[in-house]
């Protein structure tokens, strides 16, 4: 996994539980904080936001509805690239940075971090961790109370870190620095939209750098072969309910020819049928997502797909692994997935198969097809970086100054350095695309300075215009088709007997064998059921009524 992918899939959200509120588990009694804002409190403590274009995109942003705007899009790397930042941001200081890793960890003292070090004016030594057991190495510094004095804390392990407690204790207070107009003391931080500041937010004070951000953040969608479709004389615009799509699962399936319609597609489509990611608000009272009459008929309609034959049998045996291969065979044509897979890497992988390859995906749709289609907006970041609260003040504005540097927009001077290196020694320019050298392979690829800090998302795979063009035209479509769910954005801290009941880990066994077709619904029924009475799903839903609902709202 490069680092582009990195950071693609985590702006993306490529997952249902990036699309959870961000939850943290915490022991204590009844008298435990949720860690979650007031709506005044958030006001204050978040910082102003101030966009800063200094790179015209070659397709600009389109605003939706619910504060959902799409990502600027870039055909070319720019030419001119325009300086963000003057002068050496730090002051001589020497940190110590922790990131996770998925990939080889470069040798510590290397060129390019030594070349990072001149630019940022640090010496700052940075400590990349495998990011597979990242989930245990971080707890275990916190237990000693030895973290670094910068680390990077992925939202989806904020219950395994347990970021609410430690925001205060050991996690530093950015609140005097960065709220409201003190921010404009760091241009390229205060370019970060709110949505994404809120994330790192806890009880009413800011603690968090956003790391990667987007206004158009969705868990991902239901992607088909364009070129076969079309070849066929199916376009996307012909698919406007799930009768249609179920149809077209018919058409399409051909097993005498190893040919079937779907791969998994669950994950990315039951929204469709306007189910949230976990809670919903109907006349003043909290549902749960099992308890919404969409949620079933999702459900149904998932069972019949594989009743029918229409899904994979690798599909249905629970085979992702060979997901993409079968896509790119030309095996299965419909796919579920996250947005990161519209990127260099899949259409390279995929005109390798088959050389008039071409990802396309369908819009947002109601699955009835006559109610308004909408789906929901996910967080709006799902990397956030942490200051250590033993740092002093002083320390602590000068690695805001060295954030700000790595948080300079895309194609910016700042921005080639922090992700390409130097020109001549990490990369070249060929035909206007950085280019990594071998050094630049070697100690470039990894994203560790950019989990420290980073620009906002854009839309950008050079060498493959046709993949920018298509994501950001599917954006441009479905923008205003977005909405805020409850609890959007929403630190919430809760006991670990909570958290474990908020994973229905039963209950999701359950709805998986049962859209592969091995179960009914019937016996999801009762696996809810059982979960509500006895596997304390009634008691969290009173929990998350009297802790979150009546004391902050709904975040949207």
Same mark, same amino acid.
């Given at each position: ?38 709506? !005044? ?26 504060? #959902?705007?799409?990502? @600027? ?9 325009? !300086? ?15 990131? @996770? ?20 004016? %640090? ?39 347990? %970021? ?48 990667? &951000? ?26 406007? &309910? ?10 399409? =399936? ?58 994979? @049998? ?56 006559? &109610? ?30 060295? !954030? ?13 350095? %922090? ?8 990369? =070249? ?9 071998? !050094? ?66 039963? %209950? ?18 009762? #696996? ?29």
């Amino acid at each position: 996994m490069n680092r582009r992918s990195v950071l693609r899939t985590a702006v993306g959200a490529t997952g249902a539980v990036a699309l959870s509120p961000l939850l943290s588990a915490c022991g204590g009694g009844p008298e435990q904080k949720t860690g979650a804002n007031s709506k !005044a409190g958030l006001k204050a403590a978040l910082p102003a936001y101030v966009p800063r274009n200094p790179v015209e995109p070659d397709i600009a942003p389109v605003a939706g509805g619910d504060g #959902a705007v799409t990502d @600027p899009a870039f055909l070319r790397y720019p030419s001119e690239q325009v !300086a963000t930042v003057s002068g050496t941001p730090g002051k001589g200081g020497k940190y110590t940075a922790v990131t @996770p890793l998925w990939g080889t960890v470069p040798a510590p003292g290397n060129s390019f971090y030594e070349a990072m070090n001149k630019a940022l004016g %640090v010496e700052l030594t940075m400590k990349p961790a495998d990011g597979n057991n990242y989930h245990t190495i971080i707890p275990t510094m916190t237990a000693a109370k030895r973290l670094p004095d910068w680390v990077q804390l992925p939202t989806w392990w904020n219950s395994q870190f347990n %970021v609410g407690r430690l925001a205060g204790t050991q996690l530093a207070d950015l609140t005097p620095y960065l709220s409201g107009d003190k921010i404009k003391k760091y241009p390229n931080l205060a370019a970060i939209p709110t949505g994404a500041w809120q994330v790192g937010a806890w009880g009413d004070k800011l603690y968090g750098i956003p790391c990667s &951000s987007s206004r158009f953040v969705v868990a991902g969608t239901t992607f088909y072969r364009r070129d076969i479709l079309e070849a066929k004389g199916i376009t996307a615009d012909q698919v406007t &309910s799930a009768d249609d799509l179920m149809n077209l699962g018919k058409e399409l =399936t051909d097993a005498k020819r190893g040919v079937w319609a779907f791969d998994d597609v669950w994950t990315y489509l039951f929204p469709f049928w306007d189910v949230p990611p976990k809670w919903t608000v109907v006349d003043g009272k909290l549902l749960h997502a099992y308890e919404v009459p969409g949620f079933l008929e999702a459900l149904d309609w998932h069972h019949r797909l594989a009743a029918n034959g229409y899904a994979h @049998p690798d599909a249905l045996a629970g085979n992702n692994a060979d997901g993409t291969t079968r896509f790119y065979s030309g095996k299965v044509l419909i796919s579920g997935g996250g947005m990161g897979a519209w990127s260099v890497a899949d259409h390279q992988s995929g005109t390798a198969a088959d050389k008039n390859y071409r990802r396309g995906a369908f819009d947002i749709f109601a699955a009835d097809g006559r &109610s308004t289609p909408r789906t929901f907006l996910g967080s709006s970041s799902s990397m956030i970086s942490y200051l250590n609260a033993r740092l002093k003040p002083e320390q602590i504005e000068e690695l805001l100054a060295v !954030a700000d540097y790595l948080a300079a927009p895309y194609g910016s001077r700042e921005y080639t350095m %922090v992700n390409f290196g130097v020109e001549g020694i990490h990369h =070249t320019m060929e035909r206007g695309v950085p280019t990594a050298t071998e !050094a630049g392979k070697k100690y470039v690829q990894a994203p560790t300075y950019p989990f420290l800090a980073a620009p906002p998302a854009v839309l950008s795979n050079q060498g493959a215009d046709i993949v920018t063009r298509d994501a950001a035209a599917w954006q441009a479509a479905n923008v205003k088709r977005l909405y805020k769910p409850v609890f959007w954005n929403m630190n919430i801290s809760m006991p670990q007997a909570m958290t474990t009941t908020l994973a229905a880990q039963s %209950v999701e066994d359950t709805i998986k064998d049962c859209y592969h077709g091995k179960k009914k619904v019937k016996d999801v029924q009762d #696996a809810i059921a059982s979960w509500k009475s006895s596997g304390g799903g009634d008691r969290l839903k009173q929990w998350m009524t009297d802790n979150v609902l009546d004391k902050y709202g709904t975040g949207q």
